[in-house]
């Protein structure tokens, strides 16, 4: 991942138990079939997120989330993801939703800067997290920019949200209360250690720097991917 596009290539990523990145992209599940895409497609090159705080540096294909959505990662068991899949997730967050626990952090991007409670954000490479949901729905892996989705604290509005969601879906919800940017550069910081899921993977800092690295590594994804800006 380190090297340049012109000497990295990757064929079949699975990131999770969901293999978010690779539904999203539209990628086979099926090895078989992912190695026939392999064959008849000529790699091409895409973005990669560099995540770094003072502790560490991590790279990322797809996402970074914080807040509700990693509290339901961590909280949904391996036996329930084995016998439900994706749906695992869906459940444990419908049996979490009485017990948020909101984050105070600040995000300054270009043009961009907020400070406040957070229920969730999403910095999207890929479009895709915990279990197929569309947390940044906009988000391509080939235009140069990470999409940042960010959930204020509902406090009074949870309910009808709640409501939405049950009734509309969670992308209706979403929109509702939701605020949308891009970046180059994103820089988090926060007055208590904050656990961000790099790929799935925590990684706690105070202060966090984001940077999208354009055309970073070479990956065969279908000609039709939803997750391609380009032809």
């Not at 049996?95 to 910095?123: H, K, P, Q, Y």
Request: hydrophobic letters at 40%; aromatic letters at 4%.
């Amino acid at each position: 991942v380190g090297g340049t596009a012109r000497k990295v290539s990757v064929g079949i990523v699975p990131l999770g138990t969901a293999n978010d990145f690779a539904r999203a992209a539209g990628i086979p599940e099926s090895p078989a079939d992912a190695l026939r895409l392999i064959a008849a497609t000529a790699p091409r090159p895409i973005d990669l997120l560099r995540v770094t705080t003072p502790e560490a540096s991590r790279w990322c294909v797809n996402m970074l989330s914080g807040g509700f959505g990693p509290q339901v990662t961590g909280e949904t068991s391996d036996r329930l993801k084995r016998v439900l899949g994706s749906l695992a997730y869906a459940i444990t967050a419908m049996a979490r939703m009485g017990r948020i626990d909101n984050v105070e952090l600040t995000a300054r991007g270009e043009d961009f800067s907020w400070s406040g409670r957070a229920m969730a954000l999403g910095i999207g490479n890929g479009s895709s997290s915990g279990g197929g949901y569309a947390l940044c729905p906009d988000a391509r892996v080939d235009d140069g920019r990470m999409d940042l989705t960010l959930v204020p604290e509902l406090g009074e509005t949870l309910g009808d949200t709640l409501d939405t969601w049950l009734l509309e879906g969670g992308a209706t919800a979403l929109e509702r209360v939701a605020l949308r940017a891009q970046f180059d550069t994103l820089e988090i910081e926060a007055p208590e250690l904050l656990t961000l899921h790099v790929d799935g993977e925590p990684m706690q800092s105070r202060h966090f720097r984001i940077d999208c690295c354009a055309r970073r590594v070479r990956m065969h994804l279908p000609p039709d991917s939803p997750l391609l800006s380009t032809s």
